[in-house]
């Protein structure tokens, strides 16, 4: 006999909403949700054409952005400063294949200024239940400079956005999403992720992914006053409706210890002192790139650790987190000391 096992997450056919950008555009110009004007291509040449007419044409002062179409592992945004830098990249994807088939199909898309915030939503088909505006750090240094990266800290909920806003940000940005999926007759059932641009024209969506966020998940879940599971299992069964998340009256902040080399150069792998890991006055330390090698905890990968607070106040949540991190030390070890400042 088969076993039934429930599953998280959303059918194939939804999930290419994060894996085909020109998919979730595609989507989103069916459900009319905001985002940025673009176009898709196959062709370099083509390609080339519209990405140097494009300040022209729209009358821009900056030059789009061109994205891979598949996942390419967070390295398939690129934010060219001139024409020629721009042509030189849509060359290394389209025509040397840089990101492998990724990057058979790029899009360019305007660029927008405005803050960017993480909006997430529960859904299970039908019913969407949002979840508090997180917000990430996405740059390596203080006072978002340095290169880009998966992301080097969080918080929640970001302290501009009452549960009204939230809930009218979920009708222009989710749930038209939720409601054309189902159209489609694949009903998308799991966490819908919408990465937000707030600009002076109104929010536009910049992209969805179609699971929880890292390093978001960290602040968000620590927020959470219910069980997950049972929300999880009502998103599966269509009964979200009756299982709706509680939320706590409180802050939390992530922020991520890093290998020095992350994200662009070689990681040395060194050892790190388990004793000094433990939970500690509610601190959580959440492992990332870590690992057992003979016996020993090494930190492997870029991002190795994140340490997560949930206080009462965001002077609590932040005074947590930094005292914790000055006591765990390895070499190469780099964070930032800002977030949610």
């Not at 990430?136 to 992301?151: E, I, Q, S, Y």
């Not at 939970?279 to 790139?289: F, P, Q, R, T």
Request: glycine residues 8%.
């Amino acid at each position: 006999a088969g076993i039934e096992v429930a599953f998280f997450g959303p059918s194939k056919e939804c999930a290419m909403l994060e894996s085909s950008k020109d998919m979730a555009k595609t989507v989103m110009r069916a459900s009319g949700v905001p985002t940025a004007r673009y176009d898709s291509f196959s062709r370099f040449e083509d390609a080339v054409r519209y990405f140097s007419s494009f300040r022209d044409t729209f009358n821009c002062k900056l030059l789009p952005v061109i994205k891979a179409d598949g996942l390419a592992a967070g390295k398939g945004v690129f934010l060219p400063e001139s024409v020629d830098e721009g042509v030189a990249i849509l060359s290394s994807v389209m025509k040397d294949s840089s990101l492998g088939a990724s990057g058979e199909k790029v899009i360019i898309e305007e660029r927008l200024e405005g803050e960017e915030i993480s909006l997430l939503a529960f859904s299970d088909g039908e019913y969407v239940a949002p979840l508090p505006i997180a917000k990430d750090h996405k740059r390596l240094l203080d006072g978002d400079a340095g290169p880009n990266t998966g992301g080097m800290g969080a918080f929640a909920p970001h302290p501009v956005y009452s549960w009204q806003q939230i809930y009218e940000l979920t009708d222009i940005t989710i749930k038209p999403i939720i409601a054309e999926m189902k159209r489609r007759g694949t009903p998308y059932k799991g966490i819908l992720y919408a990465g937000l641009i707030m600009t002076k024209e109104g929010v536009k969506v910049l992209e969805y992914n179609c699971r929880f966020g890292d390093p978001e998940t960290q602040v968000l879940m620590e927020l959470l006053a219910s069980d997950v599971v049972p929300i999880m299992l009502a998103c599966d069964k269509g009964t979200l409706s009756a299982t709706l998340p509680q939320w706590k009256n409180e802050y939390a902040i992530t922020a991520v210890l890093a290998n020095k080399g992350y994200p662009n150069g070689k990681i040395e792998s060194v050892e790190l002192n388990a004793l000094q890991l433990n939970e500690e006055d509610g601190v959580k330390i959440i492992h990332a790139g870590t690992n057992f090698q003979d016996g020993h905890l090494m930190a492997t990968g870029g991002r190795v650790l994140c340490v997560t607070a949930c206080k009462k106040n965001r002077e609590e949540a932040e005074k947590a987190v930094y005292e914790r991190i000055g006591k765990i030390t390895f070499p190469n070890v780099q964070y930032r000391k800002d977030i949610a400042k």
